[in-house]
């Protein structure tokens, strides 16, 4: 939760090497007085670090 550009989330809950599968990341937006999200399932492996991007530009929300 709060607001602008960057989350980090953190984990001791994983050792180094092992997997959690199908994670499920949801960033919610507000834009234009409208609620809008978009969800990235993903791996993730204890002791490395990963980048994910979500893109709530206009042009992107126009096809929905």
């Known amino acids: 939760s709060g607001a602008g550009e960057l989350r980090t989330f953190k984990t001791e809950s994983l050792k180094v090497g092992q997997?959690?599968?199908d994670y499920v990341i949801r960033v919610e937006?507000?834009?234009?007085?409208?609620?809008?999200?978009?969800e990235k399932t993903v791996s993730i492996i204890g002791g490395t670090e990963s980048d994910y991007h979500f893109d709530f530009t206009a042009s992107k929300l126009a096809a929905r």
Request: charged share 25%; hydrophobic share 40%; aromatic share 16%.
């Open 29 to 38: 937006s507000e834009i234009d007085g409208e609620f809008v999200t978009q």
């Open 19 to 21: 997997m959690w599968q």
